[in-house]
Protein backbone atom coordinates (compact mmCIF):
# COMPACT_ATOMS: atom_id res chain seq x y z
CA UNK A 1 0.00 0.00 0.00
CA UNK A 2 1.56 3.47 -1.19
CA UNK A 3 1.64 6.04 1.45
CA UNK A 4 -0.77 9.30 0.64
CA UNK A 5 -0.16 12.86 0.96
CA UNK A 6 -2.93 12.35 4.27
CA UNK A 7 -0.48 9.80 5.87
CA UNK A 8 1.22 10.10 8.60
CA UNK A 9 4.71 8.51 8.85
CA UNK A 10 5.54 8.10 12.77
CA UNK A 11 9.45 7.78 13.32
CA UNK A 12 9.88 6.26 16.92
CA UNK A 13 13.32 7.32 18.93
CA UNK A 14 15.67 6.40 16.33
CA UNK A 15 18.38 7.81 18.48
CA UNK A 16 21.84 7.42 18.92
CA UNK A 17 21.13 5.84 22.68
CA UNK A 18 18.84 3.68 21.31
CA UNK A 19 20.69 1.99 18.56
CA UNK A 20 24.50 2.11 19.04
CA UNK A 21 24.52 4.02 22.86
CA UNK A 22 23.91 2.84 25.86
CA UNK A 23 20.65 0.69 25.20
CA UNK A 24 21.22 0.09 21.71
CA UNK A 25 20.98 -3.09 20.31
CA UNK A 26 22.26 -4.84 17.07
CA UNK A 27 18.76 -5.57 16.13
CA UNK A 28 18.19 -1.42 15.87
CA UNK A 29 21.40 -1.14 13.59
CA UNK A 30 20.32 -3.69 11.25
CA UNK A 31 16.96 -2.13 11.14
CA UNK A 32 18.18 1.31 10.30
CA UNK A 33 18.63 0.78 5.84
CA UNK A 34 14.84 -0.25 6.38
CA UNK A 35 14.00 2.91 8.17
CA UNK A 36 15.96 4.83 5.68
CA UNK A 37 14.10 3.19 2.59
CA UNK A 38 10.81 3.81 4.28
CA UNK A 39 11.34 7.51 4.81
CA UNK A 40 12.97 7.90 1.61
CA UNK A 41 9.91 6.85 -0.47
CA UNK A 42 6.82 7.97 1.91
CA UNK A 43 4.65 10.53 0.00
CA UNK A 44 2.98 11.53 3.54
CA UNK A 45 4.20 14.04 6.75
CA UNK A 46 6.87 12.24 8.33
CA UNK A 47 7.13 13.01 12.22
CA UNK A 48 9.94 12.12 14.36
CA UNK A 49 9.95 11.24 18.07
CA UNK A 50 12.38 11.66 20.29
CA UNK A 51 12.48 10.55 23.81
CA UNK A 52 14.01 13.56 26.36
CA UNK A 53 15.55 13.20 30.08
CA UNK A 54 17.13 15.88 32.09
CA UNK A 55 19.90 13.75 34.28
CA UNK A 56 18.71 15.51 37.55
CA UNK A 57 14.73 14.59 37.23
CA UNK A 58 14.97 11.17 35.15
CA UNK A 59 17.14 9.81 38.39
CA UNK A 60 15.19 11.59 40.94
CA UNK A 61 11.81 11.58 40.14
CA UNK A 62 10.73 9.20 37.46
CA UNK A 63 10.10 5.27 38.22
CA UNK A 64 11.97 4.99 34.46
CA UNK A 65 14.81 6.55 36.09
CA UNK A 66 15.03 3.75 38.81
CA UNK A 67 14.90 1.09 35.48
CA UNK A 68 16.45 1.54 32.55
CA UNK A 69 20.17 3.25 32.72
CA UNK A 70 20.04 6.95 31.97
CA UNK A 71 20.15 7.69 27.93
CA UNK A 72 18.59 10.33 25.31
CA UNK A 73 19.88 13.48 27.90
CA UNK A 74 18.16 16.61 25.83
CA UNK A 75 21.45 18.01 23.96
CA UNK A 76 24.04 15.14 24.02
CA UNK A 77 25.06 12.76 21.34
CA UNK A 78 22.77 9.81 22.55
CA UNK A 79 19.65 12.10 22.33
CA UNK A 80 20.26 12.82 18.55
CA UNK A 81 18.28 11.23 15.96
CA UNK A 82 20.65 8.97 13.47
CA UNK A 83 22.90 11.25 11.38
CA UNK A 84 21.94 8.86 7.97
CA UNK A 85 17.78 10.06 8.89
CA UNK A 86 18.22 13.76 9.77
CA UNK A 87 19.25 13.97 6.19
CA UNK A 88 16.09 12.91 4.72
CA UNK A 89 14.14 15.48 6.73
CA UNK A 90 11.98 17.42 4.21
CA UNK A 91 10.45 20.74 4.65
CA UNK A 92 7.37 21.04 7.02
CA UNK A 93 8.11 17.62 8.98
CA UNK A 94 8.37 17.67 12.48
CA UNK A 95 10.58 16.62 15.78
CA UNK A 96 8.67 15.80 18.76
CA UNK A 97 10.39 15.65 22.29
CA UNK A 98 8.90 13.17 24.69
CA UNK A 99 9.53 14.05 28.34
CA UNK A 100 9.91 11.04 30.89
CA UNK A 101 7.32 9.14 29.06
CA UNK A 102 7.14 6.43 26.69
CA UNK A 103 4.42 7.76 24.59
CA UNK A 104 2.71 11.64 25.15
CA UNK A 105 -1.03 11.52 23.57
CA UNK A 106 -0.87 15.07 22.80
CA UNK A 107 0.74 13.88 19.62
CA UNK A 108 -1.96 11.54 18.57
CA UNK A 109 -4.63 14.33 19.66
CA UNK A 110 -3.11 17.06 17.04
CA UNK A 111 -2.67 14.62 14.64
CA UNK A 112 -6.50 15.53 12.59
CA UNK A 113 -7.33 15.12 9.12
CA UNK A 114 -5.38 11.85 8.40
CA UNK A 115 -6.49 8.71 6.36
CA UNK A 116 -3.23 6.31 7.83
CA UNK A 117 -0.70 5.92 10.03
CA UNK A 118 2.42 4.22 9.79
CA UNK A 119 4.66 3.35 12.40
CA UNK A 120 8.37 2.38 12.76
CA UNK A 121 11.53 2.57 15.06
CA UNK A 122 12.30 1.60 18.73
CA UNK A 123 11.79 0.08 20.81
CA UNK A 124 9.13 -2.16 20.00
CA UNK A 125 8.04 -3.35 23.18
CA UNK A 126 8.25 0.28 25.07
CA UNK A 127 7.73 3.86 23.49
CA UNK A 128 6.92 1.67 19.88
CA UNK A 129 3.85 -0.12 21.69
CA UNK A 130 2.76 2.98 23.70
CA UNK A 131 2.89 5.11 20.88
CA UNK A 132 0.27 2.66 18.93
CA UNK A 133 -1.63 2.17 21.62
CA UNK A 134 -1.94 6.06 22.12
CA UNK A 135 -2.77 6.22 18.50
CA UNK A 136 -5.47 3.74 18.51
CA UNK A 137 -7.14 4.95 21.60
CA UNK A 138 -7.07 8.73 19.67
CA UNK A 139 -8.33 7.46 16.36
CA UNK A 140 -10.31 4.07 16.86
CA UNK A 141 -11.67 4.66 13.07
CA UNK A 142 -8.39 5.31 11.28
CA UNK A 143 -6.05 2.41 10.45
CA UNK A 144 -3.07 2.07 11.93
CA UNK A 145 -0.01 0.07 10.87
CA UNK A 146 3.47 -1.45 12.37
CA UNK A 147 5.72 -2.10 9.83
CA UNK A 148 7.31 -4.99 11.80
CA UNK A 149 10.95 -5.26 9.81
CA UNK A 150 11.48 -1.72 10.43
CA UNK A 151 11.01 -1.83 14.16
CA UNK A 152 13.35 -3.29 17.16
CA UNK A 153 13.14 -4.48 20.50
CA UNK A 154 14.88 -4.38 23.58
CA UNK A 155 15.34 -7.96 22.78
CA UNK A 156 13.92 -10.27 19.73
CA UNK A 157 11.57 -12.00 22.14
CA UNK A 158 10.09 -8.70 23.76
CA UNK A 159 10.03 -7.63 19.63
CA UNK A 160 7.73 -10.32 19.15
CA UNK A 161 6.13 -10.42 21.93
CA UNK A 162 5.03 -6.58 21.35
CA UNK A 163 3.64 -7.30 17.82
CA UNK A 164 1.15 -9.82 18.85
CA UNK A 165 -0.07 -6.85 21.79
CA UNK A 166 -0.70 -4.43 18.75
CA UNK A 167 -2.98 -7.34 16.73
CA UNK A 168 -4.94 -7.69 19.57
CA UNK A 169 -5.43 -4.24 19.61
CA UNK A 170 -6.08 -4.09 15.84
CA UNK A 171 -3.59 -2.95 15.07
CA UNK A 172 -1.84 -3.86 11.63
CA UNK A 173 1.44 -5.30 11.58
CA UNK A 174 3.21 -5.30 8.20
CA UNK A 175 6.36 -7.57 6.92
CA UNK A 176 5.81 -9.80 10.17
CA UNK A 177 6.26 -13.17 8.36
CA UNK A 178 9.73 -11.06 6.90
CA UNK A 179 10.88 -11.17 10.23
CA UNK A 180 10.02 -14.48 11.77
CA UNK A 181 12.48 -17.54 12.47
CA UNK A 182 16.07 -17.35 13.19
CA UNK A 183 17.15 -14.55 16.19
CA UNK A 184 13.28 -13.32 16.22
CA UNK A 185 11.57 -16.38 17.49
CA UNK A 186 10.57 -15.76 20.83
CA UNK A 187 12.03 -19.31 21.75
CA UNK A 188 15.16 -18.53 20.46
CA UNK A 189 15.41 -15.58 22.51
CA UNK A 190 14.35 -16.97 25.82
CA UNK A 191 18.09 -18.09 25.75
CA UNK A 192 19.32 -14.45 25.60
CA UNK A 193 21.59 -14.07 28.43
CA UNK A 194 22.55 -10.67 28.24
CA UNK A 195 19.76 -7.88 28.44
CA UNK A 196 20.19 -4.06 29.15
CA UNK A 197 16.80 -3.29 30.15
CA UNK A 198 16.14 -6.82 31.46
CA UNK A 199 14.60 -5.54 34.71
CA UNK A 200 11.44 -3.92 32.53
Given at each position: ??????????????????????????????????????????????????????????????????????????????????????????????????????????IAMK?????????????????????????RCAH?????????????????????????????????????ERMR????????????????????
Amino acid sequence: MKAKKNDILIVVDMQNDFITGVLGTKEAVDILPRVREKIKRWKGKVIFTRDTHQKETYLKNSIEGTRIPLHCVKGSSGWEIEESLTGLVKDGETYLDKYDRFADPMIAMKCTGIDRIEIVGVCTDICVLATALSFRCAHPDIGIYVDASCCAGTNPGKHRQALEVMKSCCINVLNDERMRGGRNDIRAAENVSENKTENI
